[in-house]
T-cell receptor, first 113, second 112 residues
């Protein structure tokens, strides 16, 4: 069945450092891919998405490219801020009947000043 | 922000008692979902709805039931709560099969 694997955290970085959070997936067909972010004590917010191969999703300085050949959707940001500290979830949807999301386990990012 | 509210936001209950969580939306979206979030598991789908009175099971549906009598409300019921159901529960909505899902603020449930 469909699944998502993302790197385990926590990831601890200094402010202005480069961020990569790895995400790979297993899926039949052509899923859409998502990154959601969860700030402390809050629900999940959509950060970015990509709906087909080679699409690049971007938002708030974050980027991720849908790579079908490597089945990956890695999240990157060139210069992180303390306010980026949160849990990041990679997810895919590919069930055409229900639009169910399959989530990775989440990666905690802690950015230190 | 999508208009999604969940109630209650926090609840502590005892093993064996029934519990109902409510998700309310003001977006008139067709699809509604209940997920639970647990450390090491991410979010897992419990049940979902694709219209009024139309519901189906997700991957972790045992011990849970749902009802949707109006477009705007989706209820999740634990008939007899167990400690393994201690979790954070999130409701989500989407307008169509390929639309983005938007999440509510969550309900933290503790079963003692």
């Amino acid at each position: 069945g469909n699944s998502v694997t993302q790197m385990e955290g926590p990831v601890t970085l200094s402010e202005e450092a480069f961020l990569t959070i790895n995400c790979t997936y297993t899926a039949t067909g052509y899923p859409s891919l998502f990154w959601y972010v969860q700030y402390p004590g809050e629900g999940l917010q959509l950060l970015l998405k990509a709906t087909k191969a080679d699409d690049k999703g971007s938002n708030k300085g974050f980027e991720a490219t849908y790579r079908k050949e490597t089945t990956s959707f890695h999240l990157e940001k060139g210069s992180v801020q303390v306010s980026d500290s949160a849990v990041y979830f990679c997810a895919l949807s590919g069930d055409g009947a229900t639009n169910k999301l399959i989530f990775g386990t989440g990666t905690l990012l802690a950015v230190q000043p | 922000d999508a208009g999604i509210t969940q109630s209650p936001r926090h609840k502590v209950t005892e093993t064996g008692t029934p519990v109902t969580l409510r998700c309310h939306q003001t977006e008139n979206h067709r699809y509604m979902y209940w997920y639970r979030q647990d450390p090491g598991h991410g979010l897992r789908l419990i049940h979902y709805s694709y219209g009024v009175k139309d519901t189906d099971k997700g991957e972790v549906s045992d011990g849970y039931s749902v009802s949707r009598s109006k477009t705007e409300d989706f209820l999740l019921t634990l008939e007899s709560a167990t400690s393994s159901q201690t979790s954070v529960y999130f409701c989500a909505i989407s307008g169509g099969l390929t639309d983005t899902q938007y999440f509510g603020p969550g309900t933290r449930l503790t079963v003692l």
